[in-house]
């Protein structure tokens, strides 16, 4: 498995993302001529070497008319307001722009992605869903509806670049799976041009719900919402390093010093073994008919649960019981409580959070004489396994009115 795994220990914005990952590539130059050919309104990209804390890696400058902006915080508002405007680029918002500028709102963006830039459809769709994240968190927290966010005009030529260079380049390395750290966010307040605002800005926070986060003694944003916004849309899990033979590794580095090296590390090697964390519920009925401890089981499954199970148990009084124990993604915890406490007659669960070692899983179809059969494949830590869909073999069992091991038999000597 192609994996890529992203260090957020520095946070994580749009330019250092991207430059982290322009790293990743052979020839990383040719790249960023064919971002400059995109032709982005007003937009220059420039590959630039950076050093931080001793370690060399790139900064991704992105010019509009001409000049980088000031590292500042993108923020948006309600078209009626005249308020300044500061957009995001690296994670340093103390400074504010004292110019007004035109704005553009999702309308504006979805005309620059659609009908200006040359990509391919599935990065198109990446970007309007990157901006769609960011719109939705600045609606909710100036309470506007979307339609009426604007984005500060040069603010959003930066943001534009940025993500679509990161999108572009996720699309080019193609990743099976990106796996990042929990992100570390900072700690403090920033300044931007509504105020004093805590850290993390409450736009970036809204965005990380459900992704694990930590401040420290970082003074300062480390984290923007278009960072944010990229990680939410890419990243498939996030936790420790997976177990890869690393191919390649990029440092995509910020404009600011601290003690620590201010930078994103990319790092994309190949991952046969998979291991990730689950959530585990369980309770104890001693009162429910098998009817209805089956029909709470399938609705668990209908549910998101990844697997449910029951266990023949003794409780208090001598009492015969049951355990019922489900198994689902840890961001699904909350509503398999919901349904357990909705479909069986238990007054409390209990979770525990598990790591599970799983093997990598694909289905193929193969073409036999008995017709089209399915066959589940599993691979990794040194294991290889396969086994037909039960439907398709009990299908071949039934029209040749054999059993199903000598079913199996016959698909096998016949491939």
């Known amino acids: 498995m ?25 020839d990383p130059d040719r790249f960023v001529q064919r971002l400059n050919g995109l032709d982005i309104p007003g937009v220059e990209y420039v590959r630039e070497t950076a050093v931080k804390c001793g370690v060399t890696g790139t900064h991704l400058s992105v010019l509009v008319h001409g000049r980088e902006e000031e590292p500042e915080h993108m923020h948006e508002h309600h078209h009626d307001h005249e308020h300044e405007h500061h957009h995001e680029h690296d994670h340093d918002h103390d400074h504010e722009h004292g110019h007004q500028h035109h704005h553009s709102g999702m309308h504006d963006i979805e005309h620059i992605v659609r009908d200006h830039l040359d990509l391919p459809e599935a990065v ?12 939705e968190a600045e609606s909710h927290v100036h309470g506007v509806p979307v339609p009426e966010i604007h984005f500060h005009e040069v603010g959003t ?50 965005i990380l719900r459900d992704v694990p986060i930590y401040g420290g003694e970082v003074q300062g944003e480390l984290c923007t919402p278009t960072g944010a ?31 620590a090296a201010n ?38 499954f209908e549910g998101g649960a990844l697997d449910v199970y029951t266990a023949p148990i003794g409780m208090k009084k001598s009492r015969p019981g049951t355990l019922l124990r489900v198994l689902c993604r840890p961001e699904d915890r909350q509503r398999m409580a919901e349904l357990m406490f909705r479909h069986t007659t238990t007054i409390g669960v209990r979770e525990a959070l598990l790591r599970r070692y799983v093997l990598d899983r694909r289905e193929e179809t193969l073409d036999t004489a008995y017709g089209p059969v399915r066959r589940k494949v599993s691979a990794g830590y040194g294991a290889q396994r396969t086994k037909y869909e039960y439907d398709d073999l009990a299908r071949v069992s039934r ?15 016949g491939i």
């Open 2 to 26: 192609r994996t890529l795994y992203l260090d957020c220990g520095m946070g994580a914005a749009g330019d250092m993302l991207a430059a982290a990952l322009l790293e990743l590539l052979p």
């Open 124 to 135: 198109r769709e990446d970007v309007l869903a990157v901006y769609g994240l960011i719109a």
């Open 157 to 206: 030529m930066d943001a534009v670049a940025d993500v679509t260079a990161v999108c572009l380049l996720l699309h080019e390395l193609a990743p099976d799976e990106v796996v990042a750290s929990p992100v570390h966010v900072g700690s403090g307040q920033v300044r931007c041009a509504h105020g004093i605002l805590p850290v993390p800005a409450p736009a970036t926070a809204y």
């Open 229 to 259: 916004a990229l990680l939410k849309h890419f990243v498939t899990r996030f936790g420790p390093m997976p177990m890869m033979r690393t191919k390649a590794v990029g440092y995509g580095m910020g404009k600011r010093d601290f003690p």
């Open 263 to 300: 930078c994103v590390r990319a790092m994309l090697g190949e991952s046969g073994d998979r291991a990730d964390d689950v959530a585990e519920l369980s309770c104890n009925v001693d009162d429910m008919t098998a009817e209805a401890l089956g029909f709470a089981m399938e609705r668990l």
């Open 399 to 413: 029209a040749r009115d054999v059993s199903l091991d000598e079913a199996k038999k016959l698909l096998e000597d």
